[in-house]
């Protein structure tokens, strides 16, 4: 059975940062693209930011551009998304992702479906 589950949550001031963490477990994603998505109160799900296998070629949105990274770690079939300059806006739960297809880039993961999603992770940020 398939599973991601994010660690790293919490409550952080403005200006504060945070480190999610999603850890794999069922089968192996070092050939797939993965990705974070995140989901605020009353709005539908986004897509924030993407990886390709390799680690090699990135994707943000533009709201997070600067701030945001993430990053793999095949061997530990981990993926990261560590955030700093946290703003009020970014409060949302954030959804750990992978595509249904190995052929899906790091660009393209917000309009491919999405095979597994993790249960998410609520992050907090106050003002």
């Known amino acids: 059975q398939v599973q991601l589950v994010e660690s790293g949550g919490g409550l952080v001031q403005a200006g504060g940062s945070l480190r999610l963490s999603c850890a794999a477990s069922?089968?192996?994603?070092?050939?797939?693209?993965m990705g974070w998505f995140r989901q605020a109160p009353g709005k539908e799900r986004a897509f924030v930011a993407g990886i390709s296998w390799s680690g090699g070629s990135t994707y943000y949105t533009d709201s997070v551009k600067g701030r945001f990274t993430i990053s793999r770690d095949n061997a530990k079939n981990t993926v990261y998304l560590e955030m700093n300059s946290l703003k009020p806006e970014d409060t949302a739960v954030y959804y750990c992702?992978?595509?249904?297809?190995?052929?899906?880039?790091?660009?393209?993961?917000?309009?491919?479906?999405?095979?597994?999603w993790g249960q998410g992770t609520q992050v907090t940020v106050s003002s």
């Open positions: 069922g089968r192996t994603f070092s050939s797939y693209a």
């Open positions: 992702a992978v595509p249904g297809s190995s052929y899906t880039t790091p660009y393209a993961m917000g309009a491919r479906p999405i095979a597994y």
